[in-house]
């Protein structure tokens, strides 16, 4: 039972939901069956249990059953019932939880109506569209809750055999709406995935609603507009037009979206400005958008997207700190990093901040610093290993340090050649691994040497840190 659902399932409750779910077991409106009380409370007290053995299923059906012969199948379906109860507990505290008042006149609307209480579904319905006309939002799920509701009106209206033009007219506009905001934010979403997988999706109606959008002006939208400038900047070649109006909205419409949905906004931002960034190496444009990306960054910390229930990833906050070393803020990115590192997860912390303050100290040219911080931390995601291997092998070389440093290079070999999860980066930290040796084996005096091997670092096509390599040739 170790590895079951149900004991999964129970162990990803927090201890509040563990104790609103054994008064929810106890209620006669939601379970009558005293066998599946007393299995949870059986998991309840040995939820902190390191020995498996008390999972066992004899050890359980003997707390559930004690006057019984033990038998499988009867535990089975006890423990199948339990699980199924989790399942509509979570359920139930979900839509309990969302305070959506629009969702909660509309059901109730529809109920009463079904019951031919006409007069009281049409109060309820008209209190529907009052919250939600109330409610700040303006996005997708705004226009899935107006059809919703204009169909209902409809329905109503069409029942009581009343005039429904206007009703049908508004409740065909509003699907029209939350299909194309839906399909826009696909458009957006759609195109990330394919720069990150190489995926290609096919999404119809794409262009037709891009089309329509355009012919009557429907930007002025705020779900509309946000994905529809997004798209437009991800897709097009001379796309600054349309990714400055998309920050023109985002900064307009920001209370018309929910922050977890605002969050996905600014990553779109983010992911423009950094493909901007990278494709534009040999014009000014890099800066400009580092700047922009650094500003999106700024921006975010300061209204509170990037916090998800008061956590920064580890992966934002490494972005974060790099955009700003990227720009020679290391006063700010010093701040940034004490300021947030409380707010990442305990089991990444110490190794996220150790790893960040090191870059920040390279970037300083603080060698000594950087192996302090890098030779005493361990870390689980391989970029993080690789990147702070490329940091100790220029630290050594920079300090001189060159015994230390032949030792790095053996087992940085040994680490790539077992790791093939790296793609590209594999063969670049190899190349720079096999032509750092041999620079370290070229005697001081040996020019012949030195320009034979800087011609062939200078046509290696992959390889990290062929710049710094250069300098020390």
Same mark, same amino acid.
């Given at each position: 039972?170790?590895?079951?659902?149900?004991?999964?399932?129970?162990?990803?409750?927090?201890?509040?939901?563990?104790?609103?779910?054994?008064?929810?077991?106890?209620?006669?409106?939601?379970?009558?069956?005293?066998?599946?009380?007393?299995?949870?409370?059986?998991?309840?007290?040995?939820?902190?249990a390191r020995q498996t053995r008390v999972f066992e299923k004899e050890k359980v059906f003997r707390a559930i059953f004690s006057e019984e012969d033990f038998d499988e199948k009867k535990l089975n379906?006890?423990?199948?019932?339990?699980?199924?109860?989790?399942?509509?507990? *979570? $359920?139930? +505290?979900?839509?309990?939880? /969302?305070?959506?008042?629009?969702?909660? =006149?509309?059901?109730?609307? %529809?109920? !009463?109506?079904?019951?031919?209480?006409?007069?009281?579904?049409?109060?309820?319905?008209?209190?529907?569209?009052?919250?939600?006309?109330?409610?700040?939002?303006?996005?997708?799920?705004?226009?899935?809750?107006?059809?919703?509701?204009?169909?209902?009106?409809?329905?109503?209206?069409?029942?009581?055999?009343?005039?429904?033009?206007?009703?049908?007219?508004?409740?065909?506009?509003?699907?029209?709406?939350?299909?194309?905001?839906?399909?826009?934010?696909?458009?957006?979403?759609?195109?990330?995935?394919?720069?990150?997988?190489?995926?290609?999706?096919?999404?119809?109606?794409?262009?037709?609603?891009?089309? *329509? $959008?355009? +012919?009557?002006?429907?930007? /002025?939208?705020?779900?509309?507009?946000? =994905?529809?400038?997004?798209? %437009?900047? !991800?897709?097009?070649?001379?796309?600054?037009?349309?990714?400055?109006?998309?920050?023109?909205?985002?900064?307009?419409?920001?209370?018309?979206?929910?922050?977890?949905?605002?969050?996905?906004?600014?990553?779109?931002?983010?992911?423009?400005?950094?493909?901007?960034?990278?494709?534009?190496?040999?014009?000014?444009?890099?800066?400009?958008?580092?700047?922009?990306?650094?500003?999106?960054?700024?921006?975010?910390?300061?209204?509170?997207?990037?916090?998800?229930?008061?956590?920064?990833?580890?992966?934002?906050?490494?972005?974060?700190?790099?955009?700003?070393?990227?720009?020679?803020?290391?006063?700010?990115?010093?701040?940034?990093?004490?300021?947030?590192?409380?707010?990442?997860?305990?089991?990444?912390?110490?190794?996220?901040?150790?790893?960040?303050?090191?870059?920040?100290?390279?970037?300083?040219?603080?060698?000594?610093?950087?192996?302090?911080?890098?030779?005493?931390?361990?870390?689980?995601?391989?970029?993080?290993?690789?990147?702070?291997?490329?940091?100790?092998?220029?630290?050594?070389?920079?300090?001189?340090?060159?015994?230390?440093?032949d030792s790095l290079l053996d087992s940085f070999e040994s680490f790539l050649r077992r790791r093939r999860d790296v793609g590209y980066l594999r063969e670049n930290y190899l190349h720079l691994i096999?032509?750092?040796?041999?620079?370290?084996?070229?005697?001081?005096?040996?020019?012949?040497?030195?320009?034979?091997?800087?011609?062939?670092?200078?046509?290696?096509?992959?390889?990290?840190?062929?710049?710094?390599?250069?300098?020390?040739?």
């Amino acid at each position: 039972m170790e590895n079951s659902r149900l004991l999964e399932l129970l162990r990803s409750f927090t201890p509040v939901e563990l104790t609103a779910f054994g008064k929810f077991l106890r209620s006669p409106f939601f379970n009558h069956r005293e066998d599946i009380i007393r299995l949870f409370d059986y998991f309840f007290t040995k939820k902190a249990a390191r020995q498996t053995r008390v999972f066992e299923k004899e050890k359980v059906f003997r707390a559930i059953f004690s006057e019984e012969d033990f038998d499988e199948k009867k535990l089975n379906h006890t423990l199948s019932f339990l699980y199924q109860a989790a399942q509509g507990f *979570l $359920v139930f +505290k979900d839509v309990m939880a /969302t305070g959506n008042e629009p969702e909660f =006149y509309l059901r109730l609307a %529809r109920m !009463l109506r079904t019951r031919s209480l006409e007069r009281q579904s049409k109060t309820a319905l008209q209190k529907g569209e009052l919250a939600l006309a109330h409610q700040p939002y303006r996005n997708n799920e705004y226009h899935r809750q107006a059809y919703l509701l204009h169909l209902e009106r409809y329905e109503s209206e069409a029942r009581q055999q009343r005039a429904a033009a206007l009703s049908f007219q508004e409740m065909a506009s509003e699907s029209d709406l939350h299909f194309m905001t839906g399909k826009l934010r696909q458009g957006c979403m759609a195109h990330l995935y394919k720069a990150v997988s190489k995926a290609n999706y096919r999404l119809d109606l794409l262009d037709e609603v891009l089309e *329509l $959008v355009a +012919k009557r002006q429907l930007q /002025t939208l705020p779900a509309i507009g946000i =994905y529809y400038f997004a798209y %437009r900047a !991800l897709t097009e070649a001379d796309s600054l037009l349309w990714y400055e109006q998309l920050r023109e909205a985002m900064v307009l419409h920001f209370r018309h979206f929910p922050k977890e949905e605002m969050r996905d906004i600014y990553t779109l931002a983010v992911n423009y400005c950094i493909r901007q960034s990278n494709t534009r190496q040999s014009t000014e444009a890099p800066e400009f958008y580092l700047r922009q990306l650094f500003g999106l960054y700024e921006e975010g910390l300061e209204n509170g997207v990037f916090l998800e229930d008061g956590v920064l990833s580890r992966f934002t906050y490494k972005n974060i700190a790099h955009a700003g070393l990227g720009l020679n803020a290391f006063d700010w990115v010093e701040n940034f990093l004490n300021a947030y590192k409380e707010a990442l997860l305990p089991k990444h912390r110490e190794s996220a901040y150790c790893y960040n303050l090191a870059s920040l100290h390279f970037r300083r040219s603080n060698y000594g610093k950087v192996l302090e911080l890098l030779t005493q931390t361990e870390f689980d995601d391989v970029l993080h290993q690789l990147d702070a291997r490329r940091m100790l092998l220029r630290s050594y070389y920079e300090l001189g340090e060159f015994s230390a440093l032949d030792s790095l290079l053996d087992s940085f070999e040994s680490f790539l050649r077992r790791r093939r999860d790296v793609g590209y980066l594999r063969e670049n930290y190899l190349h720079l691994i096999r032509l750092t040796k041999k620079r370290l084996q070229i005697p001081a005096g040996d020019l012949e040497a030195r320009e034979r091997l800087r011609a062939e670092v200078l046509g290696q096509k992959a390889l990290a840190e062929r710049a710094w390599l250069l300098t020390k040739i």
